[in-house]
């Protein structure tokens, strides 16, 4: 579509803004039915987009309830009879959307080529029988024991029972797989560059680092040194040491990992982190990532291709290798709810300019000179070639391995460069003359490859000029109607049932003071760190749906909570509305100490809380998020502080009498929570105003006029 005044286009982008679950993962059987009914095939696995966002209209796909996937030769047919048009000008407009959606490759251009896993229905086996490497063993997943009490395993839901974690046989059913091909990624690595270069080459100081930080880059060794006869052992030796403080575990890819509680819009595949308080790493994949190998509609292309992403994303966690395998459906298409299938993957290059402020890179300095014009450089170039299927499928096969075995690690490398994109780095000089001369409007850069991908693009270039032209026929000028206003279709609502309502309500109400569930002092918490709490606490039996239904149903209520289920797992806020007052028999009563608390180690306590220094601090740790662990607390102090006060032979005890005697002196930074929760209370207004992301700060601002808006409509009833 032809650019337009941002004010035709505010209501699309406010629906591309909505989170939810786009196909109804999380619902049962019967609630996804209804929620994809009418659907086509395509849209059930992999959502229909509303609205716009990722640069794209997607009100072009009308309220036909598709998914903007299947190849456009049946769009030809189906869309004869749309009444914005001529069905040839629609044809052309789809070819453009599906261009400008996927790396310039319309879906029909991927199916010829055999890249398009969703209409891949040739049968693709897994018989890889090789054990588990020791560093991915079962023994080496969290489970929600070895987490802080603060915070939750995160469910499952949809059609499993159970929670995201390695003990789950579900879980682990689905991991298997992903495993083996990781164990052997990692197995024939000896012959390669890059986890040898990590592990075993040399490092050199990077030349003009910024003052203060020191930087290095590291080199491979050479081929002979990376093939001898000992390499093998000395690398399997190294991963070996190196893992042997490292565990595995799932979270939400949307989520800050301390507490649970959503941080992004966009959800990562991973994160690595090194968890000092607990003397250990952790490596946490993403439930969005593994949620589709859940359904029972994929087939194997789409089966095989999430398990290289999971396989890949476990590899490129023990180094930054740039192999990471590129999904057609990009994460801005989960809209803040669970993964979408694999479509169909593309190679491309992770080492690219694109990446140069990637988290530890952002204040090295750069080393690649900016290319001259006419120049080809790899730094500034983006190449994308689509994958074919049956080449991501055989890696799940021991002929696939007996040849890398045999040959070395070029018998790994993907051979099937018949057709690609390439774009240019708006630095490169290039880059815009090139735009200029071809009118394509889709990245920064122009095709390469076999004539065929040439006459492509010209047909593209024609159908930019065919969307300008219809624009202007339906006078798509400043002030005028958007012709797409009566797509502008917003996500189907859930409509949530909880027969238990009373007979949670009242355990609630039972249960509302501090060391029990401590609803009253409640202020922002995840769904899953929530759940635990009722569940560790006892006293009612829930499963994960009934509790999520009941959060539904106060929502709509505008009582007891706010509710909000995505980004990622759900955020959970008490508000005042719909708890019967307290009775004097109910009145508080704190716990007193079991041991004796040192009053130094009050007043030291004291002292640091009230210091603005270790309040922007724990901000910078847990965000938003009031609870902390106790034993996790006092960690936090002695590694960050270096409080050797609260170390030591039972300094876990000792800590918690000092938090509790705090509180029941009347302290003011901090109350007790749940069992073994602390719960700081003192304001963070300020520290959010100067230290929050703009994410978080639209974030709260969004729940705060939420629960004003609940308050003001009990006043009015």
Same mark, same amino acid.
């Given at each position: 579509?032809?650019?337009?005044?941002?004010? #035709?286009?505010?209501?699309?982008?406010?629906?591309?803004?909505?989170?939810?679950?786009?196909?109804?993962?999380?619902?049962? /059987?019967?609630?996804?039915?209804?929620?994809?009914?009418?659907?086509?095939?395509?849209?059930?696995?992999?959502?229909?987009?509303?609205?716009?966002?990722?640069?794209?209209?997607?009100?072009?796909?009308?309220?036909?309830?598709?998914?903007?996937?299947?190849?456009?030769?049946?769009?030809?047919?189906?869309?004869?009879?749309?009444?914005?048009?001529?069905?040839?000008?629609?044809?052309?407009?789809?070819?453009?959307?599906?261009?400008?959606?996927?790396?310039?490759?319309?879906?029909?251009?991927?199916?010829?080529?055999?890249?398009?896993?969703?209409?891949?229905?040739?049968?693709?086996?897994?018989?890889?029988?090789?054990?588990?490497?020791?560093?991915?063993?079962?023994?080496?997943?969290?489970?929600?024991?070895?987490?802080?009490?603060?915070?939750?395993?995160?469910?499952?839901?949809?059609?499993?029972?159970?929670?995201?974690?390695?003990?789950?046989?579900?879980?682990?059913?689905?991991?298997?797989?992903?495993?083996?091909?990781?164990?052997?990624?990692?197995?024939?690595?000896?012959?390669?560059?890059?986890?040898?270069?990590?592990?075993?080459?040399?490092?050199?100081?990077?030349?003009?680092? #910024?003052?203060?930080?020191?930087?290095?880059?590291?080199?491979?060794?050479?081929?002979?040194?990376?093939?001898?006869?000992?390499?093998?052992?000395?690398?399997?030796?190294?991963?070996?040491?190196?893992?042997?403080?490292?565990?595995?575990?799932?979270?939400?890819?949307?989520?800050?990992?301390?507490?649970?509680?959503?941080?992004?819009?966009?959800?990562?595949?991973?994160?690595?982190?090194?968890?000092?308080?607990?003397?250990?790493?952790?490596?946490?994949?993403?439930?969005?990532?593994?949620?589709?190998?859940?359904?029972?509609?994929?087939?194997?292309?789409?089966?095989?291709?999430?398990?290289?992403?999971?396989?890949?994303?476990?590899?490129?966690?023990?180094?930054?290798?740039?192999?990471?395998?590129?999904?057609?459906?990009?994460?801005?298409?989960?809209?803040?709810?669970?993964?979408?299938?694999? /479509?169909?993957?593309?190679?491309?290059?992770?080492?690219?300019?694109?990446?140069?402020?990637?988290?530890?890179?952002?204040?090295?300095?750069?080393?690649?000179?900016?290319?001259?014009?006419?120049?080809?450089?790899?730094?500034?170039?983006?190449?994308?070639?689509?994958?074919?299927?049956?080449?991501?499928?055989?890696?799940?096969?021991?002929?696939?391995?007996?040849?890398?075995?045999?040959?070395?690690?070029?018998?790994?490398?993907?051979?099937?460069?018949?057709?690609?994109?390439?774009?240019?780095?708006?630095?490169?000089?290039?880059?815009?003359?090139? #735009?200029?001369?071809?009118?394509?409007?889709?990245?920064?850069?122009?095709?390469?490859?076999?004539?065929?991908?040439?006459?492509?693009?010209?047909?593209? #270039?024609?159908?930019?000029?065919?969307?300008?032209?219809?624009?202007?026929?339906?006078?798509?000028?400043?002030?005028?109607?958007?012709?797409?206003?009566?797509?502008?279709?917003?996500?189907?609502?859930?409509?949530?049932?909880?027969?238990?309502?009373?007979?949670?309500?009242?355990?609630?109400?039972?249960?509302?003071?501090?060391?029990?569930?401590?609803? *009253?002092?409640?202020?922002?918490?995840?769904?899953?760190?929530?759940?635990?709490?009722?569940?560790?606490?006892?006293?009612?039996?829930?499963?994960? /749906?009934?509790?999520?239904?009941?959060?539904?149903?106060? *929502?709509?209520?505008?009582?007891?909570?706010?509710?909000?289920?995505?980004?990622?797992?759900?955020?959970?806020?008490?508000?005042?509305?719909?708890?019967?007052?307290?009775?004097?028999?109910?009145?508080?009563?704190?716990?007193?100490? !079991?041991?004796?608390?040192?009053?130094?180690?009050?007043?030291?306590?004291?002292?640091?809380?009230?210091?603005?220094?270790?309040?922007?601090?724990?901000?910078?740790?847990?965000?938003?998020?009031?609870?902390?662990? !106790?034993?996790?607390?006092?960690?936090? /102090?002695?590694?960050?502080?270096?409080?050797?006060?609260?170390?030591?032979?039972?300094?876990?005890?000792?800590?918690?009498?000092?938090?509790?005697?705090?509180?029941?002196?009347?302290?003011?930074?901090?109350?007790?929570?749940?069992?073994?929760?602390?719960?700081?209370?003192?304001?963070?207004?300020?520290?959010?105003?100067?230290?929050?992301?703009?994410?978080?700060?639209?974030?709260?601002?969004?729940?705060?006029?939420?629960?004003?808006?609940?308050?003001?409509?009990?006043?009015?009833?």
């Amino acid at each position: 579509m032809a650019d337009a005044p941002d004010v #035709i286009y505010d209501e699309a982008r406010a629906i591309g803004k909505i989170y939810y679950d786009t196909t109804g993962q999380l619902l049962s /059987l019967s609630e996804r039915s209804l929620y994809t009914l009418g659907w086509t095939s395509l849209a059930k696995k992999y959502g229909r987009p509303l609205g716009r966002f990722a640069s794209v209209d997607h009100r072009i796909l009308g309220n036909e309830a598709k998914s903007g996937v299947t190849p456009r030769e049946d769009y030809s047919k189906s869309h004869r009879s749309i009444r914005r048009g001529n069905w040839k000008e629609s044809y052309y407009e789809l070819e453009t959307y599906q261009r400008n959606r996927f790396n310039s490759f319309t879906t029909f251009d991927l199916y010829t080529m055999k890249c398009l896993a969703a209409l891949d229905t040739d049968v693709f086996l897994h018989n890889l029988r090789n054990p588990i490497h020791p560093c991915f063993e079962e023994s080496k997943w969290l489970t929600e024991n070895d987490m802080p009490k603060h915070k939750g395993a995160i469910p499952i839901l949809g059609d499993e029972i159970g929670f995201w974690m390695a003990d789950n046989p579900v879980v682990w059913t689905l991991l298997k797989p992903c495993l083996q091909l990781a164990t052997m990624m990692l197995h024939n690595e000896c012959k390669y560059s890059w986890l040898d270069a990590l592990l075993n080459g040399s490092y050199e100081d990077v030349p003009e680092s #910024i003052k203060g930080i020191k930087l290095q880059r590291f080199f491979s060794r050479t081929h002979s040194e990376r093939t001898s006869r000992s390499s093998p052992r000395i690398l399997e030796n190294s991963i070996q040491n190196m893992t042997s403080k490292v565990v595995f575990g799932f979270h939400s890819g949307y989520e800050e990992v301390t507490t649970g509680l959503p941080r992004s819009r966009t959800s990562r595949n991973a994160i690595t982190r090194n968890h000092t308080i607990f003397d250990r790493i952790e490596v946490l994949v993403s439930t969005e990532m593994a949620q589709p190998l859940l359904r029972d509609d994929l087939t194997d292309a789409e089966k095989m291709g999430n398990r290289l992403r999971i396989a890949t994303t476990l590899v490129h966690e023990f180094a930054i290798w740039g192999g990471q395998p590129t999904p057609l459906v990009t994460q801005m298409y989960n809209r803040g709810g669970p993964g979408l299938p694999n /479509l169909g993957i593309i190679k491309t290059s992770w080492f690219t300019d694109k990446n140069k402020a990637y988290q530890t890179s952002r204040k090295a300095p750069p080393l690649n000179r900016k290319p001259k014009r006419g120049q080809i450089d790899n730094f500034h170039t983006y190449d994308y070639w689509p994958v074919p299927t049956q080449w991501y499928s055989f890696l799940f096969s021991e002929g696939f391995w007996e040849n890398v075995r045999e040959f070395g690690p070029e018998a790994k490398k993907i051979r099937t460069d018949k057709r690609g994109m390439r774009y240019l780095s708006k630095d490169h000089p290039d880059a815009k003359s090139q #735009i200029d001369d071809s009118g394509i409007r889709i990245g920064s850069g122009w095709p390469y490859g076999i004539p065929q991908t040439r006459s492509q693009i010209k047909r593209f #270039i024609v159908a930019n000029n065919v969307s300008t032209r219809i624009s202007k026929q339906h006078c798509f000028e400043e002030g005028s109607p958007d012709p797409l206003d009566h797509f502008n279709i917003k996500p189907p609502k859930v409509t949530y049932l909880c027969p238990r309502w009373n007979e949670i309500t009242e355990h609630l109400f039972s249960n509302r003071g501090p060391l029990k569930l401590a609803l *009253d002092a409640m202020g922002l918490l995840s769904e899953p760190t929530f759940f635990r709490y009722i569940r560790d606490h006892g006293g009612i039996n829930l499963t994960s /749906l009934e509790f999520r239904n009941f959060l539904g149903v106060a *929502d709509e209520k505008r009582e007891l909570f706010l509710w909000e289920p995505f980004p990622g797992f759900g955020i959970v806020k008490r508000i005042a509305t719909g708890w019967p007052l307290i009775s004097e028999l109910d009145s508080i009563s704190w716990p007193s100490p !079991i041991g004796e608390p040192d009053e130094d180690d009050m007043e030291t306590l004291d002292n640091l809380m009230s210091d603005e220094a270790v309040q922007a601090a724990l901000y910078e740790y847990c965000g938003e998020c009031r609870d902390l662990d !106790i034993e996790t607390f006092r960690l936090w /102090l002695v590694d960050r502080f270096e409080m050797e006060e609260f170390d030591g032979e039972d300094a876990d005890e000792g800590f918690r009498d000092v938090i509790w005697e705090t509180v029941r002196q009347g302290g003011a930074y901090f109350t007790l929570g749940p069992k073994n929760i602390v719960r700081f209370i003192y304001p963070i207004e300020e520290i959010r105003e100067e230290r929050a992301d703009a994410f978080a700060k639209e974030r709260m601002k969004a729940i705060q006029e939420r629960e004003e808006d609940a308050i003001m409509k009990i006043d009015f009833s």
